[in-house]
């Protein structure tokens, strides 16, 4: 137990290292030292990564610490997904005195066009554009679009900017769109359209300001157009992890100012990050060293102590009081570090600091004896099998699957996921003849559904380390390879 003059002491001299000063934007939007916009509760990025199949590129907002809106870009289709033609671009320009970022992008990528670790079919349609990015005052920025010639006339009202808003967290919320209001749906619904052959639903509204989360201090965001209409729509219709997407198509015979948006966040006043503690989700092992990490808010530069509790039958029991020790920076928090080596009697614990709360965990000298590993092998191996019917007691996980497994792929293909075929099938078989026996066997490839046989060469090796390593024999499932059944929490005394 640490005595006050310790701790207080400690306290001190890492609240003097904490001190070191983080440019951050305060008052409004303005270029930090990062090269984003940012203000206290608010962040706006351009480009800063690139990642669309991701939702993790273009115009992205962080208002109050969640990552809102994203993907904001020129694309060609209403409610593109992963498949779809993405543009190529040169690096971000900054220019601190207009407080603008510009980049330069071009479709096609010939990087990707039919070619590539994933090839892209992209139509015949070559154009560059520029996308401005202007803080303007307060919360508010503008995006603007001015191409190099404009669009055929056959691609008007197809190529629009789009930006891409986080559906968890609008589910149940409201929008007003011009004045009227609607609620952002749990799950797609129609009326459907077809577009280039897709089946969509129709925009959920149409108008020149959108007002998203009215009600929602923390997320009420306005978007207005100048000059093209803006479109609301539900990208998970066509997409099960497409977003609720906001688009505005290019007008004709316009180059300059072919989209013109202003968007104003709402920033809470005095809005600070809420630290966040992270324990080890498992537990700790009495004799081993115990850190926990706390992230902070930029802005928290005197560091609080940490107590630590043990859960009791009557409650929590206060057993331990430390102190914090600043880590350093890292993206956009401060991070420290939190010390209770020195607790090693067993029992289920909670950490605090502040009015925050860790999650319970456990000091235990069996802290990996259950409920540790064993979900990887009772639920997670069996799932991902392939060619196997999947049932735990009166639930399906899915049916025998891929019997038809496999062809011959044809010569000079490029495939998803780095597959290529050469001008040679490099064996007997000829482009489309069955390859018999490749039905049996093997998992899924992080839900593509392929079999990377690498991925299967590694997982087998490391289940038969356990066994030799460590004299694993756990056996909760049974697996009929004849039948092709397999039954979670149903041994078969096969380890």
Not at 230 to 247: A, P, T
Not at 382 to 403: F, S
Request: charged letters at 20%; aromatic letters at 12%; one cysteine or more.
């Amino acid at each position: 137990m640490k005595t006050t003059y310790t701790i207080v002491r400690s306290l001190l001299i890492a609240g003097i290292l904490f001190l070191i000063p983080v440019t951050y934007g305060q008052g409004s939007l303005t270029l930090n030292e990062r090269g984003y916009f940012s203000m206290n509760g608010l962040d706006v990025t351009v480009f800063s990564d690139f990642y669309p199949e991701g939702h993790q590129s273009g115009v992205t907002i962080i208002q109050h610490g969640n990552r809102v809106a994203a993907n904001g870009d020129l694309r060609l289709e209403p409610s593109p997904g992963q498949w779809s033609p993405v543009p190529a671009g040169t690096a971000t320009v900054i220019d601190e005195s207009a407080n603008t970022i510009s980049k330069t992008l071009w479709f096609p990528d010939s990087a990707k066009n039919r070619r590539g670790f994933n090839p892209v079919t992209y139509p015949d349609l070559q154009f560059t554009y520029h996308i401005h990015v202007t803080a303007t005052g307060g919360s508010s920025f503008t995006v603007r679009v001015d191409l190099d010639e404009p669009l055929p006339v056959e691609w008007l009202d197809r190529v629009g900017f789009n930006l891409e808003l986080f559906p968890g967290d609008l589910f149940g919320k409201t929008y007003l769109m011009d004045g009227r209001p609607g609620i952002f749906p749990t799950q797609p619904t129609g009326p459907m359209t077809v577009y280039d052959d897709e089946y969509l639903t129709e925009a959920m509204d149409t108008g020149y300001e959108l007002v998203i989360a009215p009600e929602e201090p923390d997320q009420r965001m306005v978007i207005t157009s100048s000059r093209q209409p803006l479109e609301l729509r539900d990208g998970r219709s066509n997409h099960n992890n497409g977003w609720f997407i906001v688009r505005s198509t290019v007008q004709a015979n316009v180059t300059k100012g072919a989209i013109e948006w202003i968007v104003t966040p709402n920033v809470v006043p005095g809005w600070k990050y809420a630290p966040v503690i992270q324990v080890s989700q498992l537990g700790y092992h009495p004799g081993q060293r115990k850190l926990a990490v706390v992230e902070l808010d930029p802005q928290d530069t005197v560091l609080q102590a940490f107590r630590l509790f043990r859960v009791e039958p009557s409650g929590k029991v206060p057993v331990e009081t430390g102190v914090v020790r600043y880590w350093g920076n890292f993206l956009r928090y401060r991070y420290a570090t939190l010390d209770f080596s020195e607790v090693d009697t067993p029992g289920i614990y909670e950490l605090s600091y502040g009015e925050t709360s860790s999650h319970p965990f456990r000091i235990a000298a069996d802290v990996y004896k259950r409920n540790t590993w064993q979900p990887t092998l009772e639920y997670y191996l069996p799932v991902q099998m392939c060619h196997m019917r999947v049932n735990e007691k009166y639930r399906v996980w899915h049916g025998r699957c891929h019997m038809d497994d496999a062809l011959m792929a044809p010569t000079n293909h490029n495939h998803f996921d780095g597959y290529f075929q050469g001008p040679s099938t490099l064996c007997d078989y000829r482009s489309g003849d069955p390859v018999v026996g490749l039905n049996s066997g093997g998992w899924h490839d992080a839900g593509d559904y392929d079999l990377r046989v690498e991925s299967q060469a590694g997982t087998v090796h490391r289940l038969a380390m356990m066994i030799e390593e460590f004299g694993l024999d756990h056996d909760a499932t049974s697996v009929d390879q004849e039948k092709k059944v397999v039954e979670i929490h149903q041994p078969d005394g096969r380890p």
